[in-house]
């Protein structure tokens, strides 16, 4: 997968100045996601509790769980996947994920952090509420309450809850990243 490559500017829709790219980056982060990939889900967890209810097969992971795909890690208290339990056994064929956290998904060197996130894999859109984080490396920093990525479009949004308050964003220019990097070796 293509290395993300666009500010954290970009990521938080401010498409004029940085141009429609950067929506495909937040997506990037959670391209393990994405109904297309091919890759297999492994999940670590101390428990693992399945009920049917209906027409829907849920399957609750507890106590510190690590879910892994692709290049994505999600890490929480709880997860809960959805399935609907008349479709064929198939890998990763989940209508919904739910996450209780502290959660924290990595990927391709962006993290983001909040409270509660949930995968909707029917209409590809994920939302992360409750002090969010996001970061890219080690110097692109955003905070807000909510942050929602459509996965089909790539684009995102990120506010406050209602009454809450402003955006924060720190975002350091490449030549201050090379600074706390450090000079290039000599040779």
Known sequence: MKSIRILLLALLGLAALAGSAGAQATSDLFSGFQSKSKDPINIDADSLDIREEGKQRISVFSGGVVVKRGPTTM????????????????SGAFTRIEAAGPVYVNSEGQTVTGDKA?????????????????????????????????????????KNAPGGGRIQIVIQPEDAKDAVKGPAPKQ
């Open 75 to 90: 890490k929480a208290k709880t997860i809960t996947l959805y399935s609907d339990k008349e479709q064929k056994a198939q």
């Open 118 to 158: 949930v995968v909707d894999m029917t209409t590809q859109v994920i939302t992360l509420t409750g002090n969010v984080v996001l970061t890219r490396g080690k110097t692109d920093v955003a905070k807000g309450d909510i942050l929602t990525v459509n996965l089909k479009s790539g684009a995102a949004n990120f």
